[in-house]
């Protein structure tokens, strides 16, 4: 074969095998264009198909901005209709996580313009990371005109960042009733997983206490909502829609301001509790307990030098003592003593007991508060100078079983049933509870010290404002209320407040009129242990008593003791004696003498309350009909 056609056919071969790579070649890239097109017509579809609604979604969220509104709390007033709790604007600065664009960066800028830690708002951010991220972090709330303005300066600076206005707190009298009343604090995460906000959302401000926490559904109202159109710098472009928000209700206490803020300015310096009452229905016209404090605080944030003081362990600021506190009535018992002596026979208003000044049984010896004793004492003496003596002698005939009947029946050793959390039903030790507790039988020394008050017996100043009203009005035992009636933004409202009969003390009138006799000798009589009440024009009967807490002998070894180690101070009254119309309970931490200390607490709660409704004048008590002043001695 010539050379030519030999090449000839060589080249033949090579372009058909060329031909056939290049086939192979088109048909791959033809596969792999085919696969692609399937791949993202796939894609396309699942977007756009499966996964529209979603990003539809996302895509609105990109132009619409959501913005709560809200509501303004419903206000708290007095019974007069005067504000205690209102509403003021509060502006707060929030941030939007989902729109940070360099979160480090936001971070120092806002430290700088609102003068806060970066820590702060660092932490801020950590808590919320478990809250969608479109809802705003509330990172400063109550911020003053001056760090709002540097913030709007800035805003185009601030990817995120917004200013909010909502309604805050405000006490136009000061810090009024903070135990009672409450406070406003940030709901907590943990609070909304366990659903004890129903309608809280992360950032929103709820009752932690008091009156704010009892009613927090009446008084949170419904919040409202904005719908907003933006552009991509998030400027305002328009409102979509909005919802109002729906007020909430306002809830009218039987607190009366001037007699509050009275028995606060009475209480000024002092630790302890004042409770006054109606002793007709049962409303609580003053519940005060000190020391006092700010209950704005909670809103804004504490210090840890704030939250330490609050937690101070021996004042203890944050509790309400006239319910939750519990203390020894000391010789305010005395009452239910000479109430069980005389219906239980044990004596008679002539009946007399020597009182030296020492009382031995076995190897003890039991003093009374005065050293010097009080020679032969009836029951009215006993009363008026509250002699121990006689009522160590009385607790013998009685014994704890009978006194334990009549104390419950005054109320104490449970709780009054007042609306209120954390109410403390004191206690009446029994020979049932002393073997329970202790493991040991009762003792005849333990029936004396409950005799005058001491020992295991325990009560709230509300129980004992309680007794005396019951005392006051003949026998009625009222429960405790302070919630007048709950209007609503219409001025539609429903009365809450009424007259609750829990029980009526085991006493004929004849014995209660004696014992009301000698507790206007308490104030009344020239040897009277509560003198320091009296008030021109106005009868008051009342008991002193005087609380031990560490044992007597160590008590006279000097009056310049630790105030920690002196002794409570009481004061229970009612007045006017002959038609009350107010009974109070007044409780002196370590004030030492109830009749020293604790009974011008009282008068000037008295005096404010008859200043407010002008009686008309009284005769002195020696003129009084019925209220004879015969010592039977």
């Known amino acids: 074969m010539k050379l030519g056609t030999k090449i000839a056919l060589r080249l033949k071969k090579f372009d058909q095998e060329d ?3 290049n086939r192979h070649l088109c048909k791959g890239a033809a596969l792999f264009v085919l696969a692609c097109f399937i791949i993202f017509s796939g894609r396309l579809w699942y977007l756009q198909v499966v ?5 539809r979604a996302r895509s609105e969220r990109n132009r619409i901005k959501y913005v709560r509104i809200q509501a303004p709390r419903g206000k708290i007033l007095d019974r007069s209709g005067r504000l205690l709790a209102g509403i003021e604007p509060s502006f707060n600065v929030c941030i939007v996580r989902k729109d940070i664009t360099d979160p480090e960066e936001l971070i120092i800028k806002l430290s700088s313009l609102l003068k806060i830690p970066q820590a702060v708002i660092r932490a801020r951010l950590f808590e919320s990371v478990d809250q969608p991220e479109y809802m705003p972090v509330v990172v400063l709330r109550g911020a003053d005109w001056n760090a709002v303005s540097r913030v709007e300066a800035h805003l185009f600076e601030l990817p995120g960042v917004s200013v909010e206005v909502s309604p805050g707190r405000k006490y136009p009298h000061g810090s009024i009733a903070p135990q009672l009343l409450g406070y406003l604090g940030e709901v907590s995460l943990e609070e909304i997983r366990k659903r004890r906000y129903p ?7 709820v009752g932690k206490c008091g009156v704010e926490a009892r009613f927090e559904s009446e008084l949170s109202g419904l919040r409202g909502q904005k719908r907003l159109e933006v552009d991509a710098m998030g400027r305002l472009v328009g409102v979509v829609d909005e919802r109002a928000p ?8 039987t607190i009366d301001l001037d007699l509050q803020q009275a028995a606060e300015r009475a209480l000024s310096g002092k630790v302890g ?4 009452i109606d002793p007709n229905t049962g409303a609580i016209l003053a519940m005060a307990s000190s020391p006092k404090f700010d209950p704005k605080a909670f809103a804004r944030g504490l210090s840890r030098k704030e939250w330490a003081r609050l937690n101070d362990k021996v004042k203890r600021p944050l509790q309400n003592k006239t319910i939750q506190d519990r203390y020894a009535p000391g010789s305010t018992f005395k009452i239910i003593m000479a109430a069980a002596a005389l219906q239980e026979h044990v004596v008679d208003p002539s009946t007399r007991f020597f009182c030296s000044g020492r009382f031995r049984l076995g190897r003890r010896v039991f ?6 004793g009080h020679g032969q004492t009836n029951l009215y003496k006993a009363l008026v100078e509250s002699c121990d003596i006689y009522f160590y002698n009385v607790g013998l005939r009685l014994g704890i079983d009978k006194i334990v009947k009549y104390a419950r029946a005054f109320g104490l050793g449970e709780k009054t049933g007042i609306d209120l959390p954390g109410e403390s039903p004191g206690l009446v030790p029994t020979r049932q509870w002393k073997l329970s507790r202790f493991k040991e039988p009762w003792q005849k020394g333990e029936t004396l010290n409950t005799s005058i008050g001491q020992g295991f017996t325990l009560v709230t100043p509300l129980q004992m404002a309680r007794m005396m009203a019951a005392v006051a009005n003949n026998g009625t035992l009222y429960r405790p209320f302070y919630l007048d009636k709950i209007v609503g933004t219409g001025g539609t409202g429903r009365k809450i407040g009424k007259p609750t009969v829990q029980g009526t003390l085991p006493v004929n009138k004849r014995n209660l009129g004696l014992i009301k006799r000698a507790l206007v000798g308490v104030v009344e009589d020239k040897k009277g242990t509560g003198r320091m009440c009296r008030i021109n024009g106005i009868i008051v009967a009342g008991k002193t008593g005087t609380a031990q807490v560490i044992k007597q002998a160590k008590r006279r070894q000097s009056e310049k003791m630790a105030w920690k180690f002196k002794d409570h101070a009481w004061f229970i009254a009612y007045a006017p004696a002959d038609r009350p119309q107010l009974a109070v309970a007044v409780l002196i931490e370590h004030g030492g003498h109830g009749g020293s200390v604790a009974a011008p607490v009282a008068k000037a709660v008295f005096e404010r309350w008859f200043q ?19 010592r039977h001695v």
């Open 199 to 205: 309608k809280a959302m992360p950032g929103d401000l």
């Open 612 to 630: 407010i409704l002008s009686p008309r004048p009284l005769l002195r008590p020696e003129k009084m009909a019925g209220l004879d002043m015969e």
């Open 51 to 55: 996964k529209g609604a979603y990003f």
């Open 19 to 21: 031909l056939e790579i």
């Open 273 to 276: 509790a004042v409770v006054a």
């Open 367 to 372: 003093r009374c508060w005065d050293w010097r």
């Open 246 to 253: 729906v007020p909430g209700q306002d809830i009218y206490l």
